[in-house]
Nanobody
Framework: QVRLVESGGGLVQPGGSLRLSCAAS????????MDWYRQAPGKQREKVATITSGGGTNYADSVKGRFTISRDNDKNTVYLQMNSLKPEDTAVYYCYARSLGSWGQGTQVTVSS
């Protein structure tokens, strides 16, 4: 079973940046499409970004132009570069492997002054 482990969350001021990582215990090339989701307190989990095995990407309108998803198949890692962070980006961020239906444990991102 492939495990997904997120890291890179933390507290950042509005306008700041963070880079999240999602490390898989197996080959992400074989896993295929990967997603980043987030869940804020009291809200439903929402999809933030998607990357296919071929590198195609898609973003939620709320993060388009600020967030960038990427993948390093050699390192079995998917990244989410988050720039120009806003307080409304505060949430627990999860990576998701579609073909496996597997979630990571999440990493907390807090944007506050």
């Amino acid at each position: 079973q492939v495990r997904l482990v997120e890291s890179g969350g933390g507290l950042v001021q509005p306008g700041g940046s963070l880079r999240l990582s999602c490390a898989a215990s197996g080959s992400i090339f074989r896993i295929g499409t990967m997603d980043w989701y987030r869940q804020a307190p009291g809200k439903q989990r929402e999809k933030v970004a998607t990357i296919t095995s071929g590198g195609g990407t898609n973003y939620a309108d709320s993060v388009k132009g600020r967030f960038t998803i990427s993948r390093d198949n050699d390192k079995n890692t998917v990244y989410l570069q988050m720039n120009s962070l806003k307080p409304e980006d505060t949430a627990v961020y999860y990576c998701y492997a579609r073909s496996l239906g597997s979630w990571g444990q999440g990493t907390q991102v807090t944007v506050s002054s």
